[in-house]
């Protein structure tokens, strides 16, 4: 698929306003509120319940469960960077899978120690994958982007599917069939939206393109860095409208999913608590979610507390909610920052200069 310049790169006048953001102290105002509401709905699910009990809990647990547990962790970025090589390769030149996966990693030890300025860890995955092959940083920013946008997609995807098997899982139909028609009104609303606005595929693949170009060109000193916005977008651009490279990805992404939410489930076993797997998927992803809106260094507290006060809401024991979210997530920081720590040192030591 071939899109004009003109349309890829419209004129200033003809380019999209995006909408009015809030104020920087109604962002973090939200932010505040939100972390709150999840810390005394934790406090009101955790009256009463003994920290003796939940040390016991955390020390009976089964170190073969919890050795899985942390495979599983770690098969997560595996196959996010398998899926990311996957849009290197049709984008140009690949370098090898250590440099890849290094550099997976480290763009996650710093968004987790920058959470409020993720796009971070997008620069810091182009600048090295960029100096490996000899590519400017902009032009490599591409496939990360497209990474980006296909892991968010994928995820969200699974996130309002799980959560209404989740639903009837936990043996709240009503809750279930509502969560259903919710789902098939934004899937309707979608697809009306996408009609009215026309153009086909080719015009939502240039509509994304130029939301893109608006979000490069807003990174302000970290736009420095990617010198060749518009190979960026081009690059993105070409990758979205390979349909079998969308397929692929997609497929890799639910394989990831699936890493991520077996390792909580891995570690409700370790527990001797099983827990329906929808329900894992769904608050995991919740979680996840949880942490990224409130920006505290790699969701620390927002997370763990909707983790918590999800699964005791869906019907599993609080004090077994408690300990297997405190422990996934303790696992989750050991094996991110474990290994993305000294990635991050040997690429800088590397490519830095």
Partial sequence: MTIPDDELYPAPEAVERPHRRLPRWAVRLLKVVVLALALWLVARLL????????????????????????????????????????????????????ITFAALLAAATVNTITP??????????????????????????????????????????VTLLAAVAAAFAAGQPRLGWSLAAAVALLAAGLAVWAARRGGGEEGLVRRLAGRIAARVERQGRLGSLLSH???????????????????????????????????????????GAPVSPWIVLAVVALGGAAGVLVGTPGGLGAAEATMIASFAALGVDRLDATAASLLYRALHFAVTLGLGAPCLVWLEARYGR
């Fill in 47 to 98: 009256a009463g319940l003994g920290w003796s009990d939940l040390r016991g809990r955390l020390a009976g647990a089964s170190p073969a469960w919890l050795a899985a547990a942390v495979a599983a962790l770690a098969l997560r970025y595996v196959v996010w960077d398998q899926r990311w090589r996957l849009a290197i390769r049709a984008d140009g030149p690949v370098p090898g899978r250590r």
């Fill in 116 to 157: 409020t300025v993720r796009v971070v860890g997008g620069v810091v995955r182009a600048r090295y994958v960029g100096r490996a092959v000899g590519r400017p940083t902009g032009r490599a920013y591409g496939s990360v982007l497209f990474d980006q946008v296909a892991h968010q997609v994928v995820t969200v995807g």
């Fill in 229 to 271: 916005g518009r190979d960026a977008v081009e690059s993105f651009t070409a990758l979205v409208a390979d349909r079998r490279l969308r397929r692929r990805v997609v497929l890799l992404g639910l394989v990831f999913v699936a890493a991520n939410a077996g390792a909580q489930w891995m570690i409700f076993a370790a527990l």
